[in-house]
């Protein structure tokens, strides 16, 4: 229960679509505010439930760490954590995990069922400590995964030719072998796949466009200015019937990304704020299975 409190912060309406979508996991995964909270919730336990006075220290402990990682794990992903709120730095996106990685999770549900249902039994506390290594691993796994492609990467784009001022890597869904590499280009953005298992050569990158112009003119607007903070300035900008479009690129892949929003009209001759709207994309049965067909090494795009 503890470890889900902080989510609990999608149920607040902070506006409007982009606010919604960037103050998620804002004041609630704050390591300046998650340990205050931990301290109350250690102290009412205390107060009113024998277990806690009876190993005070432990129960601390436990509702502190259970608190604590909650962000700390999120980071692991792309969408954004803002571990520092209230300062207004950049979300920490470590992006070496995708949002829900099966290889992650099974190890620590066995431990969870292990400790919850055989407590008592000797064996629980084996199977528990087990689960934990393997868990660990796998994270740092990730982050051994993440060096070897973006090492990759940037071979493969001094290869090719291209220029570029940022990078940024992130898993495809459910796995840790398939990488996408997006990089930010004079004239938009490039992408490129990467597969770990097999051995495919030199990464191949597919340029896209973006309305640079058209996003630098309405940088006044306040929803502009949040979703480039949110993102890191790994969004494209795209004008459609006289409304701009913003597409945050570290989630989703061309021409399919999963946050997209309307932030301003055409006016005469600057471009005006709108209520922003989302325009979010899902991937679809068809997108998930071509993960593992990439992976293998079929090099056909994911749809």
Not at 16 to 40: K, Q, Y
Not at 171 to 196: C, F, H, I, K, Q
Request: charged share 20%; with cysteine; hydrophobic share 50%.
């Amino acid at each position: 229960m503890l470890g889900t409190l902080p989510d609990l912060d999608v149920f607040i309406d902070f506006g409007d679509a982009v606010r919604n979508f960037t103050c998620h996991r804002g004041f609630s995964h704050s390591l300046f505010v998650l340990p205050g909270v931990a301290v109350l919730i250690w102290l009412a336990l205390r107060r009113w439930w024998a277990p806690v006075r009876a190993a005070p220290v432990y129960w601390l402990a436990a509702v502190m760490l259970a608190l604590v990682t909650h962000p700390l794990l999120d980071a692991h992903t792309a969408y954004g954590t803002q571990l520092l709120w209230p300062l207004a730095v950049t979300p920490t996106s470590w992006a070496s995990l995708f949002i829900i990685d099966p290889l992650y999770t099974l190890p620590l549900l066995a431990g969870a069922i292990a400790i919850g249902g055989w407590a008592s039994r000797p064996g629980a506390h084996t199977v528990l400590v087990t689960c934990l290594v393997l868990n660990s691993a796998y994270l740092g796994w990730s982050w051994i995964a993440k060096s070897l492609v973006e090492r990759e990467a940037r071979a493969s784009l001094v290869e090719s030719g291209i220029g570029y001022r940022a990078m940024f890597s992130t898993p495809t869904p459910l796995n840790t072998l398939l990488w996408r590499v997006v990089v930010m280009t004079d004239e938009g953005y490039a992408e490129g796949l990467d597969s770990l298992l097999v051995d495919e050569g030199r990464m191949e990158f597919v340029s896209y466009r973006s309305d640079t112009r058209a996003l630098a003119e309405a940088d006044r607007i306040g929803a502009v200015r949040r979703l480039r903070w949110f993102a890191d300035d790994f969004v494209s900008a795209d004008v459609v019937d006289g409304r701009l479009v913003m597409t945050d690129l570290r989630m989703g892949q061309a021409p399919e990304y999963v946050f997209r929003h309307v932030v301003a009209e055409r006016g005469d001759p600057h471009w005006q704020a709108v209520i922003p709207e989302r325009a979010m994309t899902m991937p679809d049965r068809q997108a998930l299975s071509s993960v593992l067909r990439r992976i293998l090494g079929d090099k056909g795009q994911l749809p």
